[in-house]
């Protein structure tokens, strides 16, 4: 009995130990990158038919491990449950979802430098029925929907209630999006590489709605002061220099 506590104890510790690391040494160490990723942001991270994970956000992750001269391991995490969370928790060593770089954000994880330009959206259904559009000086009876813990629901919780919208939170964008298209909410504020990709994959059903609502930088997330920020930061100026960062763009956001 005693003694199966005390193994259960040091296994238990050792699990904990291996999953604390969060610094270049201690990931070369175990040999693992542990990621964690939201995989509903198509194209940068969503699983494909095989029930793979793949896309732009998880080339990346992959060169950075490469760079590191270790594997990756992928795990699947609710956007919500990142920063404050995994990351935060060292449960994973970096987030790389499609992160918005804020202030807020900043003070709690550190984030690589900005590896993508982006912009927060209204996304409506094709040919705009309801004549939403952005500048707006009001809002009074339309429903709009935005995804918990991101920064659309930030945006909209600060800007669009105060012109009378009236806000359905969705933990799942996609509950969302098929809210706009049977018409129980007016639009959806999201990322435009989202509206982009929608056109493509789902002609015909979906568009952005005026003019973009704010524009923002995507980064790695890391915890807080760990050297793997600047490990990152390397692959990135790596990939840029070498054109594999154009290759990338083309292959995810461009032909998808
Ligand atoms: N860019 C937005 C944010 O940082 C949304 C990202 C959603 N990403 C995802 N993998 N679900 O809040």
């Given at each position: ?246 290759k990338l763009i083309e292959k995810w956001i461009v032909?998808?």
């Open positions: 009995m005693k003694k199966t506590l005390l193994l259960g104890m040091l296994l238990t510790g050792s699990l904990i130990g291996s999953a604390l690391a969060t610094t270049v040494a201690e990931v070369k160490k175990k040999g693992t990158l542990v990621l964690g990723t939201d995989p509903q942001f198509q194209p940068f991270e969503f699983t494909n038919d095989k029930g793979e994970i793949v896309g732009f956000d998880i080339d990346i992750a992959r060169a950075i491990a490469k760079d590191l001269g270790v594997k990756l391991e992928i795990q699947n995490v609710g956007f919500g449950q990142l920063m404050p969370g995994s990351v935060t928790s060292k449960r994973v060593d970096m987030a790389i979802s499609g992160i918005t770089i804020t202030d807020e954000r900043a003070k709690i994880v550190s984030f690589s430098k900005p590896y993508f330009t982006s912009a927060q959206v209204f996304i409506a259904k094709n040919g705009n029925p309801r004549k939403l559009g952005w500048p707006l000086n009001s809002l009074k009876g339309r429903t709009i929907g935005v995804q918990s813990n991101t920064t659309g629901f930030y945006f909209a919780d600060e800007n669009l209630k105060k012109l009378g919208a009236t806000l359905k939170v969705y933990d799942d964008f996609a509950s969302g999006l098929s809210d706009v298209q049977n018409g129980r909410i007016d639009a959806i504020v999201g990322d435009k590489p989202t509206v982009d990709y929608l056109k493509k994959a789902r002609a015909g059903q979906f568009v952005q709605a005026g003019k973009d609502l704010v524009s923002e930088d995507y980064g790695i997330a890391f915890a807080k002061n760990s050297d793997l920020a600047q490990a990152a930061n390397r692959t990135l100026d790596r990939l840029k220099k070498s054109g594999e960062y154009q032909a998808k």
